[in-house]
């Protein structure tokens, strides 16, 4: 899981905003799935894209968020005018086209102040 | 709505104990269940179980899985200071990998 990167590892943005959230994955890896983790909670399932779309979103917020996953580049997680019901901790993850597992990054810490 | 349910939330134990953990699950179209550890960092992978009554060891961790009452536990044997973490359980209920979670159990294991 070492392979999946994400940056900022930690990112502080004032309220209105914007967070721009990178993942890296696995190299080869053309599946990625993004993950928030708020205080005291467990990891709850935002969206799942396969290189260059976007095949489930069911757990994205309508409003302010959005993800893509360019042919070339990481995987962006873009956050407008945030609010500080954002702060949490977001995790990407990668799976291969025959992979059974995920592998996690590290995750960004967004803090909104 | 999957539904994963882990307990207990919390555990603190004295290095060298033995411990269970316990995952309870509600799916739709099940298709399989996975373990993972989370210290400060990344969620690292623990076990991936499909089938039940099979056992799935690494060292002194262990998983097994019963698809008729829908649960999985994890033991830990001989507990060290470096298992202290979240142990995550999560299932997988569709085609293409998305994963519901439990709350975690913090495990602390004290010298």
């Known amino acids: 899981n070492a392979g999946v990167m994400q940056n900022p590892r930690h990112l502080v943005r004032r309220r209105g905003q914007e967070a721009r959230l990178r993942c890296s994955p696995v190299?080869?890896?053309?599946?990625v799935y993004w993950y928030r983790q708020l205080p005291e909670e467990g990891l709850k399932f935002m969206v799942y894209?396969?290189?260059?779309?976007?095949?489930?979103e069911s757990g994205m917020p309508k409003e302010r968020f959005s993800a893509e996953f360019p042919k070339e580049g990481p995987s962006i997680l873009r956050i407008q005018q945030v609010v500080r019901g954002d702060s949490a901790a977001y995790f990407c993850a990668s799976r291969g086209d025959f992979g059974a597992e995920a592998f996690f990054g590290q995750g960004t810490r967004l803090t909104v102040v | 709505e999957d539904k994963v349910v882990q307990s207990p939330l919390s555990l603190v134990v004295h290095e060298g104990d033995t411990v269970t953990l316990n995952c309870s699950y509600e799916v739709t179209n099940f298709r399989s269940l996975l373990w993972y550890k989370q210290e400060k960092k990344a969620p690292t992978f623990l076990f991936m179980l499909?089938?039940?009554?099979i056992e799935k060891k690494s060292g002194r961790l262990s998983s097994i899985l019963d698809k008729k009452e829908l649960f999985s536990i994890l033991n830990i044997t001989a507990t060290q200071t470096g298992d202290s973490a979240i142990y995550l359980c999560a299932v997988d209920g569709t085609s293409y990998g998305k994963l519901t979670f439990g709350q975690g159990t913090i495990l602390t294991v004290h010298p």
């Open positions: 894209l396969q290189k260059e779309n976007i095949i489930d």
């Open positions: 499909t089938s039940s009554g």
């Open positions: 190299k080869g890896h053309s599946h």
